[in-house]
């Protein structure tokens, strides 16, 4: 079983792969038949190869993703991340504020993952 300080510094490496763009290393922090629903209300991306296909497809969707990590709040197996997404397009882009939650299997895997965010509270970014 994963150890509370395990979970964090996952959660961390997420955020770090993700935000260096890094395919390869953000699928190797997933199980193969991990399942995450991003965002929650909508079919999962399931496996690598959905997993794999969710990063393409965002990072189509902007010239740059940012995530901003405020906290991370480990219980157990589990960990909320309270985050900030920064979507930069050309001279712009939006913030949208998000709560991402992951589980960690014994293997030390992303094995379940839930992001909530609401497109409607979206906001510019401002120099």
């Known amino acids: ?24 290393a953000v699928l190797a922090l997933f199980a193969p038949d991990a399942v995450w629903f991003d965002p929650v209300g909508q079919p999962p991306h399931v496996g690598h190869q959905g997993v794999g296909e969710f990063f393409d497809q965002t990072r ?12 991370v709040i480990v219980c157990g197996t589990e960990a909320a ?7 930069v397009m050309g001279d712009g882009g939006m913030i949208m504020d998000c ?22 509270r979206a906001r510019p970014i401002t120099s």
């Open 1 to 24: 079983m994963p150890t509370p300080e395990e979970v964090k510094a996952l959660a961390e490496a997420y955020i770090a792969a993700s935000n260096a763009n890094d395919k390869d």
């Open 60 to 71: 189509a969707l902007a010239d740059r993703i940012e995530m901003k990590l405020n906290d």
């Open 81 to 87: 991340m309270v985050l900030e997404i920064h979507a």
């Open 99 to 120: 709560v991402e939650t992951l589980t960690v299997d014994d293997n030390r895997k992303i094995s379940g993952m839930k992001a909530y965010w609401d497109m409607s």
